[in-house]
């Protein structure tokens, strides 16, 4: 998986939009760029993925400009229930070579009321 | 649909023994999936099972390994235990040939080696 580089940590207060920004500069053409986030003492849980553009779902959207080389999560009107660690993840899930989760360091994003 | 379910939650051994954890996948999900998470490495890959087949492995020492069964439902399998074997050992599920990174996640067994 293509080496990711995200700020260790973030903090914002209830009601903001919060943006994370990913580094991603060798991805490979076939990369798709995932999110996952986890709460303390449990399993990450699948937040977004996206190819190329813009994806967006109930919880998030996820913004990749054209040249691939870096992607933003954005968390609209967070919560205290988003204090979290976000996880940004590059690779080709169709390659069963590299299915593999590597996980990074993460961003931990604490809110404030 | 029941999550990923993984028992034990909670297990202390002492050093030099071995351990077995357990892991239900998703019902319909074939890709079975293990993580170690500590501190100090953060969320590390262990090895995948796909059709009882071992088919990705991450660099872990052979103590850890695994299996899978004709039901999807996996087992790993820790010997000689060391302190730094110490973690949330996480499980996790997705479907075969997905075009999705989204794997489903159990709640994990924190292992204490003592």
């Known amino acids: 998986l293509a080496k990711t580089t995200q700020p260790i940590s973030m903090d914002s207060y209830e009601g903001q939009e919060v943006n994370i920004t990913c580094s991603h500069n060798n991805i490979a053409t076939n990369d798709y760029i995932t999110w996952y986030q986890q709460f303390p003492s449990q399993g990450p849980r699948f937040i977004i993925q996206g190819y190329k553009t813009k994806v967006t779902n109930e919880v998030a959207s996820l913004f990749i400009p054209a040249d691939r080389k870096s992607s933003t999560l954005s968390l609209p009107r967070v919560s205290l229930s988003d204090t979290a660690v976000y996880y940004c993840?590059?690779?080709?899930?169709?390659?069963?070579?590299?299915?593999?989760?590597?996980f990074g360091s993460g961003t931990r994003l604490q809110v404030q009321p | 649909k029941a999550g990923v379910t993984q028992t034990p939650r909670y297990l202390i051994k002492t050093r030099g023994q071995q351990v077995t954890l357990s892991c239900s996948p998703i019902?319909?999900?074939?890709?079975v999936s293990w993580y170690q998470q500590t501190p100090g490495q953060g969320l590390q890959f262990l090895f995948e099972y796909f059709s009882e087949t071992q088919r990705n492995k991450g660099n872990f020492p052979g103590r850890f390994s695994g299996r899978q069964f004709s039901n999807s439902r996996s087992e790993m399998n820790v010997s000689t235990l060391e302190l730094g074997d110490s973690a949330l050992y996480l499980c996790?599920?997705?479907?075969?040939?997905?075009?999705?990174?989204?794997?489903?996640f159990g709640p994990g067994t924190r292992l204490t080696v003592t």
């Open positions: 019902s319909g999900h074939r890709s």
């Open positions: 996790a599920s997705s479907l075969a040939g997905s075009s999705s990174y989204e794997q489903y």
């Open positions: 993840l590059v690779g080709s899930p169709m390659d069963t070579g590299r299915r593999a989760l590597t």
